[in-house]
């Protein structure tokens, strides 16, 4: 069994920052990419970035140069800092960690709870 716990969300005035945190616990072998999504209300879920166990990174466009997700790979857990944050930022986010299991045979994709971010003034 494979959990993942996100924290770091709230209100924040637009122009603000925020840092979400991820953290995967359970029976891992192994935790290949990781990422972060968001869904604003009335709307589709949506990748905002991801990142590889090697580093390498990708971005929504409308996050892009604001938004920086980085891992530690020793602590399980992936982090999303997120600068210049606009209204249109308002959504709860989600990582996502494709984990494969002690003694598993696949890779799959494994969900957080979800973090609210609500950027007003």
């Known amino acids: 069994q494979v959990q993942l716990v996100e924290s770091g969300g709230g209100l924040v005035q637009p122009g603000g920052s925020l840092t979400l945190s991820c953290a995967a616990s359970g029976s891992i072998f192994g935790i290949y990419d990781m990422g972060w999504y968001r869904q604003a209300p009335g709307k589709q879920r949506e990748l905002v970035a991801l990142i590889t166990k090697g580093g390498s990174a990708n971005y929504a466009d409308s996050v892009q140069g604001r938004f920086a997700i980085s891992r530690d790979n020793a602590k399980n857990t992936v982090y999303l800092r997120m600068n210049s944050l606009r209204p249109d930022d308002t959504a709860l986010y989600y990582c996502?960690?494709?984990?494969?299991?002690?003694?598993?045979?696949?890779?799959?994709?494994?969900w957080g709870q979800g973090t609210q971010v609500t950027v007003s003034s």
């Open positions: 996502r960690a494709d984990i494969k299991e002690v003694g598993g045979t696949w890779t799959t994709p494994n």
